[in-house]
């Protein structure tokens, strides 16, 4: 029904399915031996078999997967498996997924820094060629960004003798 789906779709941190979560053990039981998930919402959907399984990523819970069954009383072991695969390509996935969106806040951070502060910013390989050119001071030295790439810093900064001294030496 609309109302159980609503309702477990989301569970508390105090909750009593968030709890068995955090034990980051698979739970494959017939309904009415986890007291934890009784409740008139599921009663009223007439379950006869749960499997709760934690969705872990090296160590650490990252969501839950909850299933029910109205026909059965128990999970089959080879269903078991095949529940838990699907767990775990889920759980790395989930990972892969908050891992990107961290990096992009980190890069629009970065990118914000770089459009707004006065400075410019460059990073060459050991031999010296420019890989990255970017900053908003790159103006004042009549430059665009990514112009300089590919080519050696003494070259790209001939007009800027101290500041390929400095690259130099750093």
């Known amino acids: 029904s609309a109302a159980f789906v609503e309702y477990v ?3 508390s941190a105090d909750s009593p399915a968030a709890r068995l979560v955090r034990q980051q053990r698979p739970v494959y039981s017939a ?5 934890a998930l009784q409740d008139p919402v599921r009663e009223k959907e007439g379950l006869r078999a749960v499997a709760i399984l934690p969705l872990c990523h090296e160590g650490k819970v990252v969501g839950s997967l909850h299933l029910g069954s109205h026909t059965h009383d128990s999970i089959p072991a080879r269903r078991q498996m ?4 699907i767990g775990a390509q889920t759980a790395g996935a989930i990972a892969r997924i908050r891992a ?5 806040q980190s890069e629009a951070r970065l990118r914000t820094i770089i459009n707004t502060a006065p400075l410019v910013l460059f990073a060459t390989d050991h031999l010296g060629v420019i890989t990255f050119e970017d900053g908003r001071d790159l103006k004042s030295i ?3 960004p990514g112009t ?6 003494a070259d790209a900064f001939a007009d800027y003798p101290l ?7 750093a």
């Open 148 to 153: 300089r790439v590919g080519r050696h810093i």
């Open 163 to 169: 500041l390929a001294e400095n690259v130099r030496r």
């Open 100 to 104: 990107e969106e961290a990096l992009q």
């Open 9 to 11: 779709s989301h569970h």
């Open 82 to 85: 095949v529940i838990e695969a």
């Open 142 to 144: 009549a430059a665009l």
């Open 31 to 35: 309904y009415r031996e986890v007291p």
